[in-house]
């Protein structure tokens, strides 16, 4: 059976995000149903910068029999505007959505959204590889576990529990034209660039978090065969690790170290994780196997913040980590939370003095939105900080709201948004930083990084509508 695959954008975000990426989750949904035994292709619509027209134009000769659409939350107005664009150029062919965006309540997807006509929450390799093979034996969509669609007079039916995908298989990335990725400073240090998954989800609970918390290692052996595979046929150079926390089992990233060096894999790499799943041992591995950035959740300089967010973890261990990074010759970024519950002036300031003494090479305040399905979601719900119906109204209505974000009478909104662009302008725009990003330029490709950074910096400080600076 034909089935086509497509990646949906977030436009407003396109310039804040980390760059245009492989679609990892599309892929390995292809890779099922190829396993499978179908014809499937994708269409990743940021990567060819399509329009809805340009898609039209290319949906109308492809009969697909099913088009399964993926997007998150943000690209969700999207949804409506895709789906609606297919139904129209191929009248028979079944919409399945997934991704992200399922964390709104698939009933109301439905209710909504004419045109969609299943929804899969979560994992989606399992329900879908099942909904294409009954689909192509026109069975009972009933016998498809893992599904939500409209049954007999349109009432909502959901058809149980799938199993989790346990294959190790890679992305299909022969069906993505590879050519087409690219990070955006101050990622991005050699090219082309891939992503690539080493492990799902991950163990921790911090409040605003809507990440699956089941932590699901691959192996080593395999990982690194995709490495070497992405290498040999793609010429990839560069990685960006997507896992929620890279380094959860120190052991594990430590064995990999030792295969990527054993193997003269030589690739660099980029990876995001927790301040306190590191040590001095580990930086080093990691550094001398090709590991060239780290992305930290430091969220706050406040000890009060920190256990508000049930982050788990203290300034000390901020403090130390970032300096044994530094010790160790690799690079860091902190993401920053600003309005989180409990947050004031005072808390913020200590936010930015942590900043100042720990130096990392890049720093990100990201205003906090608080994202249905995390526990942050229900309390700000709870605390009638968010309307508890605010994205069911948003999202359906075709309107491109803002998220609305956790304020409390002591810290506005305007005040997150002042905070976040003081606290971005006094990292950047400041003698000391300028010089020491100057005085690490080796090549003409860092110095383009270095000017393509500052530009989307500055545009997005003074001329920027997105606010929410998350990935
Ligand atoms: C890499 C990445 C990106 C990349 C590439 C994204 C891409 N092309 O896939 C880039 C840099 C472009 C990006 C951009 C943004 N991202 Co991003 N990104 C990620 C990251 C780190 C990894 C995504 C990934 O590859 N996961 C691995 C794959 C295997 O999982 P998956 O995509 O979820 O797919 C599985 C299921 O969701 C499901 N599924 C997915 N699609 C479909 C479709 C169908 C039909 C079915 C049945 C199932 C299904 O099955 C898949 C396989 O199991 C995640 C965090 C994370 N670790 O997940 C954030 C994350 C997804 N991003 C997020 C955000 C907010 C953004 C931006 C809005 C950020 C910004 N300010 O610019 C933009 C918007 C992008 C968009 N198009 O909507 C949020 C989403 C929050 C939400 N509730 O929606 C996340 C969760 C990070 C976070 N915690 O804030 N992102
Ligand atoms: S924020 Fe990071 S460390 Fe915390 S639960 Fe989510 S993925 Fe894990």
């Given at each position: 059976m034909d089935i086509t695959l497509v990646n949906l954008p977030a436009k407003r975000f396109r310039y804040t995000s980390?760059?245009?990426?492989?679609?990892l989750g599309v892929a390995y949904l292809a890779s099922a149903l190829l396993e499978g035994g179908h014809n499937v292709d994708i269409i990743d619509i940021p990567a060819s910068d399509l329009s809805l027209e340009d898609f039209r134009r290319l949906i109308r000769h492809k009969k697909s029999r099913i088009y399964g659409i993926s997007s998150t939350l943000f690209g969700f107005q999207d949804v409506i505007n895709f789906s609606e664009a297919i139904k129209g150029e191929v009248p028979g062919a079944l919409i399945v959505l997934g991704g992200l965006?399922?964390?709104?309540p698939a009933e109301d997807i439905l209710k909504n959204i004419p045109a969609v006509d299943i929804v899969i929450p979560g994992e989606g390799e399992e329900p879908l590889r099942q909904l294409c093979e009954i689909v192509s034996c026109d069975?009972?969509?009933?016998?498809?576990?893992?599904i939500f669609f409209r049954g007999g007079g349109g009432a909502l039916c959901y058809s149980g529990k799938t199993q989790r995908q346990k294959s190790d298989y890679f992305p299909?990335?022969?069906?993505?034209?590879?050519?087409?990725y690219y990070l955006h400073p101050p990622f991005g240090?050699?090219?082309?660039v891939a992503s690539m998954e080493t492990s799902r989800g991950c163990?921790?609970?911090?409040?605003?978090c809507c990440l699956s918390k089941s932590y699901r290692p691959r192996e080593i052996e395999r990982v690194i065969e995709e490495m070497a595979y992405l290498k040999q046929n793609y010429g990839v150079n560069e990685i960006y690790f997507v896992?929620?926390?890279?380094?959860?089992?120190a052991e594990r990233i430590s064995a990999l170290c030792r295969e990527i060096i054993k193997r003269g894999i030589k690739i660099v790499w980029s990876c995001k994780t927790r301040v306190?799943?590191?040590s001095g041992d580990l930086l080093r591995r990691m550094r001398k196997a090709g590991c060239y950035m780290i992305s930290y959740?430091?969220?706050?300089?406040?000890e009060k913040i920190l256990k508000n967010l049930n982050k788990g973890i203290s300034v000390k261990d901020i403090e130390n980590t970032m300096s044994l990074t530094r010790k160790y010759g690799i690079r860091s970024v902190a993401y920053m939370i600003v309005g989180?519950?409990?947050?004031?002036r005072e808390t913020i300031k200590e936010s930015l003095a942590l900043i100042k003494r720990i130096k990392p090479d890049y720093v990100l305040y990201n205003a906090l939105?608080?994202?249905?399905?995390?526990?942050l979601f229900s309390d700000a719900v709870n605390n009638k900080i968010?309307?508890?119906d605010f994205f069911k109204n948003a999202v359906f209505s075709g309107e491109d709201k803002d998220w609305p974000l956790y304020s409390t009478p002591e810290f506005s909104s305007s005040d997150v948004e002042f905070w976040v662009k003081k606290g971005t302008r006094e990292f950047y725009f400041n003698i000391p930083y300028v010089f020491r990003s100057l005085a690490r330029i080796r090549s003409m490709n860092e110095l383009k990084i270095i000017l393509r950074g500052a530009r989307i910096l500055l545009s997005d400080i003074f001329f920027g509508k997105d606010k929410y600076l998350i990935n």
């Open positions: 980390l760059g245009v990426l492989p679609p965006c399922t964390v709104l069975g009972d969509l009933k016998e498809a576990k893992g299909a990335y022969s069906l993505l034209d590879m050519k087409k240090v050699s090219f082309p163990p921790f609970g911090c409040r605003f896992d929620h926390t890279f380094t959860i089992s306190d799943l590191v959740g430091v969220e706050s300089g406040s989180s519950p409990g947050e004031t939105a608080p994202d249905p399905g995390s526990e968010v309307e508890k």
